[in-house]
């Protein structure tokens, strides 16, 4: 069960996009469609912001996209805001009916 | 409106267990799936355990054989039983609730318990 693989940070500048992958395996990310994105500002609780690779809850705000490429799924986030500025964690199912984080990439809003 | 409380805690030495218990509100914890995930001191989010609507049970291998999920209906309460602990089960614990009509992601989280496994 080893993590996704994320890049440990990103960034970018307010009003641009910014794209965070995801990389995994055919035993999780490339064989499910099972593959959610978490915004967690520390001290509070994380958010759902994708599930099911594209689907948003409702409430997400439609800057954040969710999308897959084979074994490798990613998160776009458009038109950057200061309170974007967080960390993010991909999540999937695997062939061992477990789920597996990515290590999670700190973005940083400049 | 759904919450989820979790309580437990403490200081324990290496080999010690014990007991976590998410308390949740708003809903009923046997409708849904429900998830423990843990975040170490400065390290990233880490699945641990699930207890699905039927009762079936999943879990991390780093865990598997020294911690069990259960739930009690009657107190709309899930649990967490964790033995034989290491330093390295030191971490807030979170309890998740699964998102209805999605695959194994979560939607409302508890605030967090801290562990801390230590002589």
């Known amino acids: 069960q080893s993590a996704l693989t994320q890049p440990a940070s990103v960034s970018g500048s307010p009003g641009q996009s910014i794209t965070i992958s995801c990389s995994g395996t055919?035993?999780?990310?490339?064989?499910?469609?099972?593959v959610s994105w978490y915004q967690h500002h520390p001290g509070k609780a994380p958010k759902l912001l994708t599930y099911d690779v594209r689907n948003r809850p409702s409430g997400v705000s439609n800057r954040f996209s969710g999308s897959k490429s084979g074994n490798t799924a990613s998160l776009t986030i458009s038109g950057l805001q200061a309170e974007d500025e967080a960390d993010y964690y991909c999540?999937?199912?695997?062939?061992?009916?477990?789920?597996?984080f990515g290590g999670g990439t700190k973005l940083t809003v400049l | 409106e759904v919450q989820l409380v979790e309580t437990g805690g403490g200081l324990i030495q290496p080999g010690g267990s014990l007991r976590l218990s998410c308390v949740a509100s708003?809903?009923?914890?046997?409708?849904?799936?429900m998830s423990w995930v843990r975040q170490a001191p400065g390290k990233g989010l880490e699945w641990v355990s699930v207890i699905y609507a039927d009762g079936r049970t999943s879990y991390a291998d780093s865990v598997k054989g020294r911690f069990t999920v259960s739930r009690d209906t009657s107190k709309n309460t899930v649990y967490l039983q964790m033995n034989s602990l290491r330093a390295e089960d030191t971490a807030v614990y979170y309890c998740?609730?699964?998102?209805?009509?999605?695959?194994?992601?979560?939607?409302?989280w508890g605030q967090g318990t801290l562990v801390t496994v230590s002589s």
């Open positions: 708003g809903f009923t914890v046997s409708s849904n799936y």
């Open positions: 055919s035993s999780d990310v490339g064989g499910y469609r099972y």
């Open positions: 999540c999937s199912y695997t062939s061992s009916n477990t789920v597996v």
């Open positions: 998740a609730r699964g998102y209805d009509g999605s695959g194994y992601a979560v939607d409302y």
